[in-house]
């Protein structure tokens, strides 16, 4: 069981912040004291360029490099450790995916997104659709998750990519990859799957073999590892295939003087050209093991009975004034407006009065106002150094509140 007080301690940023209650943790999570030992430890006794394997030290930093690798491969239960790449997070993955897989649309085909993607999922395919004069569509939904018969009737031989979020980052219904892929499999067995797993990642076990998907992406920023880093996974064929977004150094093998030819490496190195981050590569590993002893599965629970509890506390004392968007989601996250009230209102009167950060507005999903009602919302989003203590405070700073303008700082 979570012992969130002795969690809380391990999260420097609460020393420093005593008086502070963190409710967005979807759109980046605290880092623990662990994750910034291990990114000063690479600076402080390392500091040696990766691409050197000469010197000592550098031989230790690509035996640590390859441990991260190799613990992020058993983490999504990767086949290969090879299929795993280093990139800046899950929008570059996105990117890159896109753009790698651009020789094989043609006029005509569909890529099928949902409409609750993240634009980071959104804009990379209608910009590939763009370019190929291919076709963007959305898959329906029932429920606000994707409908398994509905979905069959969509995919035929013209459907060339399915690219959809396992746990869309606002309402956080969960799309099961087994099964949706497995119907597209049944259909057409040709179909490229890509999962956003942004959010995913720290709400439901990843497992790449089981679900039978062909990419995967996710940032470390929100499963409490370092900014500017992530991955994506692909299945090693596809990975091959996949024309590189960046090409420059550490990716290629030779490059002929008239530049009209050079030969690329095989994965990972193909695809992470440039001088890899590798001291927060050592935070991302430092966030695995972290994860690793506290457990996804304490980590998931934990955060659905703050979800539970705060639907409980809204329901007795914002009955009349809030609207939830996402009662019975069980992902860790919080959608609601406050009647009549702007959603940046009520988030800055609660930040700024109250010390509680949550979040505003349409949260980079620039569709949700054609699955919702409304657009803009505030979303609050929990972590496992949150307490039942903090949705009191939260719901006592909008119960008690009649004016969400006055005052502000
Ligand atoms: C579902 C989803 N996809 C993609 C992203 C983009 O992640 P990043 O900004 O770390 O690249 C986010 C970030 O909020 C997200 O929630």
Redesign the pocket.
């Known amino acids: 069981m979570i012992d969130y007080k002795e969690i809380k301690r391990k999260f420097p940023f609460f020393k420093n912040n005593a008086e502070q209650i963190y409710l967005d943790s979807?759109?980046?999570s605290l880092k623990p004291q662990v994750v910034i030992d291990a990114i000063g430890e690479y600076y402080t006794n390392y500091g040696t360029n990766p691409h050197n394997i000469d010197s000592i030290l550098g031989y230790k930093t690509n035996v640590k490099y390859d441990i991260v690798r190799k613990k992020i491969q058993q983490f999504i239960n990767a086949k290969k450790v090879t299929e795993v790449i280093f990139t800046?997070?899950?929008?570059?993955?996105?990117n890159q995916i896109a753009y790698g897989l651009s020789s094989k649309i043609m006029n005509g085909d569909e890529i099928l997104i949902t409409k609750q993607?993240?634009?980071?999922?959104i804009l990379p395919w209608y910009r590939l659709a763009q370019e190929k004069k291919a076709v963007v569509k959305f898959l329906p939904e029932t429920n606000f998750r994707i409908n398994l018969e509905q979905l069959a009737k969509m995919i035929s031989a013209k459907t060339k990519i399915v690219a959809f979020?396992n746990?869309?980052?606002i309402l956080g219904y969960e799309n099961d990859p087994t099964s949706i892929i497995a119907m597209i499999r049944k259909i057409n067995s040709a179909v490229i799957v890509v999962i956003?797993?942004?959010?995913?990642v720290i709400h439901m076990p990843t497992d790449v073999q089981k679900w039978d998907v062909d990419f995967i992406?996710?940032?470390a920023?929100?499963i409490f590892g370092p900014?500017g880093i992530?991955i994506l996974w692909g299945k090693e064929k596809l990975l091959l295939e996949l024309k590189p977004l960046i090409v420059g150094g550490g990716m290629n093998v030779w490059i002929d003087s008239d530049g009209l030819n050079y030969s690329v490496k095989k994965i990972p190195e193909r695809l992470e050209a440039g001088t890899a981050n590798i001291a927060d590569i050592f935070g991302f590993g430092a966030a695995i093991d972290f994860i690793n002893a506290v457990t996804l599965q304490e980590i998931i629970t934990y955060t659905h009975q703050l979800k539970r509890y705060a639907i409980k506390q809204f329901n007795e004392k914002l009955k009349d004034k809030a609207i939830i968007y996402n009662v019975d989601s069980k992902a860790a996250t919080l959608v609601f407006n406050i009647q009549n009230v702007f959603c940046q209102d009520v988030a800055m009167h609660l930040g700024s009065r109250n010390n509680i950060t949550v979040r505003s507005g349409d949260?980079?999903?620039r569709l949700i106002g054609e699955v919702i009602p409304e657009k803009n919302t505030v979303r609050v989003s929990f972590s496992i150094y949150n307490s039942y203590k903090d949705i009191d405070l939260l719901v006592s700073a909008l119960v008690d509140e009649q004016d969400f303008l006055g005052g502000l700082v």
């Open positions: 979807a759109a980046t800046p997070g899950a929008t570059y993955g996105l993607e993240h634009g980071a999922n979020a746990v869309p980052n956003d797993c942004a959010q995913g992406t996710f940032s920023h929100k900014m992530g949260h980079c999903a």
